[in-house]
């Protein structure tokens, strides 16, 4: 299996980091080191816990969903309804922003219109389900709905105008 | 939790219908995930060193004034941490509850969920440098305008 040069470098650079957080534990009883491998450690298990499911079901996708089907739906003559899709697509997932790239990949692969894909992670960004319910239990709900009412035109003209460039995928 | 159940159930289904097709879709998805899983790690560490510098003491200090200096503190932050939202939200309700505008407040959460600097790697992996500033651009500017609009009306 050939190993390309940025894993590598990243691989290596996690190491300094560990390094230097295992030193700073250690020998400086330091604050900063704590703190720094204690979230790293934290998102390191979020990470393996969302992810792995993620990309196995973006395999299954890849293999089992013919293109016609995603092109119908949300492919680029698909109409606004597709919006509404990607949207609630967005919405029942959970994790960081960074777990939805590469689900945008696979569907932007599968002939998905680049709006919206853009659509897409704008509406993960923005309203997945759990990050709304924590977010009307600390600012209330007046707050959350006005945002979503504001958000979502932002968002949407956002994809249209991403839409105009075509998103290429790089893997 | 849920999302696991769900998708062991998508391939026990899945596996059932048809095993080599199955198959063929784990070892493509698991291939993936290995092969972003340096990239990463990376990002995680600029996470984490970002969460050790800017914890919520620091940055309940940071935006205790509203000064145009103090919206734009927030909108800089917001931009560059990528702080979760169970640390964001309540955040955030501590500063609305010590007095910080509605725009500043709003300013610091859109520009935290819609704009990050620290996954532009992870992205421009994806979708090419290019689209991924010009994403992260547009969404800068419409959070500003989100907040804007949310000062006027709340």
């Known amino acids: 299996m050939k190993t390309n040069p940025r894993s590598i470098i990243s691989l290596g650079a996690t190491g300094v980091f560990l390094f230097f957080c295992a030193w700073g534990v250690w020998f400086g009883h330091n604050d900063f080191a704590i703190r720094s491998a204690n979230s790293y450690l934290g998102f390191l298990k979020e990470m393996f816990w969302v992810l792995p499911m993620m990309f196995l079901l973006i395999g299954v996708f890849d293999v089992w969903v013919p293109r016609e089907i995603v092109e119908r739906h949300v492919g680029e003559d698909a109409g606004p309804i597709a919006i509404l899709w990607m949207i609630l697509l967005a919405m029942l997932q959970a994790g960081p922003l960074y777990g939805a790239f590469p689900v945008a990949a696979a569907l932007s692969k599968k002939g998905c219109a680049a709006k919206y894909i853009f659509i897409y992670l704008g509406a993960f960004s923005v309203m997945k389900l759990p990050m709304l319910s924590f977010e009307i239990t600390f600012l209330g709900w007046k707050f959350s709905l006005v945002r979503l009412m504001f958000t979502l035109p932002v968002f949407i003209t956002i994809g249209y105008i991403m839409g105009r460039h075509r998103a290429y995928v790089v893997q | ?154």
């Open chain 2, 1 to 154: 939790m849920a999302f696991n159940l769900i998708g062991l159930c998508i391939l026990a289904a899945c596996f059932a219908l048809d095993r080599h097709k199955t198959i063929r879709s784990v070892h493509r998805g698991l291939m993936m995930f290995w092969k972003i899983v340096p990239e990463m790690s990376i990002v995680l560490i600029l996470i984490s060193i970002s969460l050790s510098v800017l914890t919520p003491t620091q940055l309940r200090q940071w935006l205790s004034a509203d000064t145009p200096a103090h919206f734009v503190l927030a909108l800089a932050v917001g931009s560059v941490a990528l702080i979760p939202g169970f640390v964001a939200f309540p955040l955030a309700g501590v500063l609305l509850k010590n007095g910080a505008s509605i725009t500043l407040v709003a300013g610091f959460l859109t520009t935290l969920l819609m704009v990050g600097v620290v996954t532009l790697p992870m992205e421009a992996r994806y979708f090419g440098w290019r689209t991924a500033l010009l994403r992260n651009g547009l969404s800068f500017i419409g959070a500003v305008a989100i907040a804007l609009a949310m000062g006027r009306l709340l």
